[in-house]
């Protein structure tokens, strides 16, 4: 009877998951709508009803779970406020899921959870020094320093979404203004579009999208086809986020970025640039050492695998 770790992915949208051997392979997986569960409570038994059976007819055994979640706190086994989440406070992960599947159970934030899985199963394999950064709906960053995944004093380290990106600007769901991640995520690259395309003169596909409906995924697309304007957010972005690069760069010296989540769909439209302007801002011993490369589980969900690694290696 093969062992496996059920691997979930909470994200603001939807909860993904997955049945994870320890070489890596998902036997089975799905999502739910995040705002259709009410409490970590209804999570657990509605994950139950439906793995149950699937791990009898699969001859499977539970081994563990793990656990990836914005704000989720390796070190205290809860979520706690997270912004983007219907539930609210210092929530209860660990000792609920512990309580109704009977395994033990690990919990780290999702960004942590997706460089564990490039560190496993990605591109981050060799690598020991490196930051995964997540850019989706806002940024996860989650880090590794001589092989080791870092967690902080209190839990949260690597929150580059929330760095001061100018400190009088866009509204940040945290409560501050000008956070890096309500310019350089793929929420981010949209609201630039929302702004520039009121005053933008030259033609582009994305004038015949409402401006409320423009996505990155829209903006991806017409810059993949060379849509001017499409390409200029790609080069704004991408001169905010290689600043802060530049930034980390100096601090950490790490060996390489690995970009993620929707907007990483690009890949080399962003990051061509973001290198160039990340090269732009280092002192001289730092140029062009650090590679910026996207993810090699882009197509999968490395927080998912990375959730079940962290549990295969840390509890097993
Ligand atoms: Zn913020």
């Known amino acids: 009877m093969a062992s496996v770790v059920l691997g979930i992915d909470i ?140 967690h902080g004093q209190h839990g949260n380290a690597g929150e580059l979404g929330h760095i001061s990106n100018d400190p009088l600007g866009r509204e940040c769901n945290c409560g501050k203004l000008g956070c890096l991640e309500r310019y350089a995520s793929a929420t981010g690259i949209a609201l630039s579009a929302r702004e520039k395309i009121e005053f933008y003169k030259g033609s582009s596909q994305l004038s015949k999208i409402a401006p409320s409906e423009i996505t990155a995924k829209n903006i991806t697309a017409a810059a993949k086809k060379g849509d001017p304007l499409a390409l200029e957010l790609f080069d704004d972005t991408s001169r905010i986020l290689g600043n802060a690069l530049a930034n980390i760069t100096t601090l950490l010296d790490l060996e390489a970025f690995v970009f993620a989540g929707g907007l990483a769909n690009a890949k080399r439209i962003l990051t061509e640039p973001t290198k160039r302007y990340m090269d732009e801002n280092l002192m001289e011993d730092f140029k062009s050492k650090v590679q910026i490369v996207c993810s090699g589980l882009l197509s999968e969900n490395s927080a998912i695998f990375g959730a079940a690694a962290l549990y295969w290696n840390e509890k097993n």
């Not at 706690?80 to 599947?101: Q, T």
């Not at 060799?126 to 995944?149: A, C, E, K, P, S």
Request: glycine share 12%.
């Open 11 to 150: 994200g603001g949208t939807n909860i993904e998951y997955g049945l994870i051997t320890k070489e890596g392979e998902n036997m089975y997986s799905s999502f739910m709508k995040t705002e259709e569960i009410e409490s970590i409570q209804q999570l657990a038994e509605n994950l139950k009803a439906e793995i149950t059976p699937i791990l009898k007819k699969e001859k499977l055994k539970l081994h563990g779970i793990g656990i990836g979640s914005p704000k989720g706190n390796y070190l205290t086994g809860c979520i706690e406020f997270a912004v983007n989440l219907p539930w609210k406070g210092v929530v209860e992960i660990n000792s609920i899921f512990e309580e109704v599947f009977g395994v033990s159970t690990i919990l780290t934030n999702d960004a942590n959870a997706a460089a564990y899985g490039e560190k496993m199963y990605g591109v981050a394999q060799d690598m020991r020094n490196f930051m995964v950064i997540t850019l989706g709906t806002g940024i996860g960053t989650g880090f590794f320093m001589n092989g080791q995944l870092q």
